[in-house]
T-cell receptor
Framework: LAKTTQPISMDSYEGQEVNITCSHN???????ITWYQQFPSQGPRFIIQGYKTKVTNEVASLFIPADRKSSTLSLPRVSLSDTAVYYC?????????????FGQGTTLQVKP | GAVVSQHPSWVICKSGTSVKIECRSL??????MFWYRQFPKQSLMLMATSNEGSKATYEQGVEKDKFLINHASLTLSTLTVTSAHPEDSSFYIC??????????????FGQGTRLTVV
């Protein structure tokens, strides 16, 4: 399983764009990069997933360079409600178990 | 996205008793379900993986006789904490994937169960 490394914490202000970078140097060929958001006392919520290049949905963008050894989650114009822990995971694409191993995550604090 | 429902949301039990937590996939068939435990200010720790109709695979260090997992159908998995003790107090979260849809299928998580053993 690919190990992911993220900054432990980040601070931002309302209205700013936030970029959280994740390192996954030993990612496997069939792995997908997946990001989750977790609020206190709740289960993680799926944000976005990609394999390479750029993926965009209604809440975020995900940038994955050609070597796939890192990825960047971009949250446009954050609000106070985006304060949460963000997890970057390598989703196994070739295993029958497909289990997800969580790293320490990035605690994002959005200030007014 | 798909919905995974976990019940109960919180439970308080006496030391020595057993507690069952249910995890249901409401609008998709979960070929694989996962159970996690999360302590305050920490990340999620995978406890076990279960496939429908098969025995669960436990992560190293997780006692299979204490944490009984049953995945009897494609929409339901249960975790039973047997002879619970205060150190078992934690936030338990289930997750489900439908791997029949392909290798990149995302996992969906339940809302979690706060277990307090007194």
């Amino acid at each position: 399983l690919a190990k992911t490394t993220q900054p432990i914490s980040m601070d931002s202000y309302e209205g700013q764009e936030v970029n959280i970078t994740c390192s996954h140097n030993n990612i496997a060929t069939n792995d997908y990069i997946t990001w989750y958001q977790q609020f206190p006392s709740q289960g993680p919520r799926f944000i976005i997933q990609g394999y390479k290049t750029k993926v965009t949905n209604e809440v975020a963008s995900l940038f994955i360079p050609a070597d796939r050894k890192s990825s960047t989650l971009s949250l446009p114009r954050v609000s106070l409600s985006d304060t949460a822990v963000y997890y970057c995971l390598a989703l196994e694409g070739s295993s029958n178990t497909g289990k997800l191993i969580f790293g320490q995550g990035t605690t994002l604090q959005v200030k007014p | 996205g798909a919905v995974v429902s976990q019940h109960p949301s919180w439970v308080i039990c006496k030391s020595g008793t057993s507690v069952k937590i249910e995890c249901r996939s409401l609008d998709f068939q979960a070929t694989t379900m996962f159970w996690y435990r999360q302590f305050p200010k920490q990340s999620l720790m995978l406890m076990a993986t279960s496939n429908e109709g098969s025995k669960a695979t436990y992560e190293q260090g997780v006692e299979k006789d204490k944490f009984l997992i049953n995945h009897a159908s494609l929409t339901l998995s249960t975790l039973t904490v047997t002879s619970a003790h205060p150190e078992d107090s934690s936030f338990y979260i289930c997750s489900a994937r439908d791997l029949s849809r392909g290798p990149g299928t995302e996992a969906f998580f339940g809302q979690g169960t706060r277990l307090t053993v007194v």
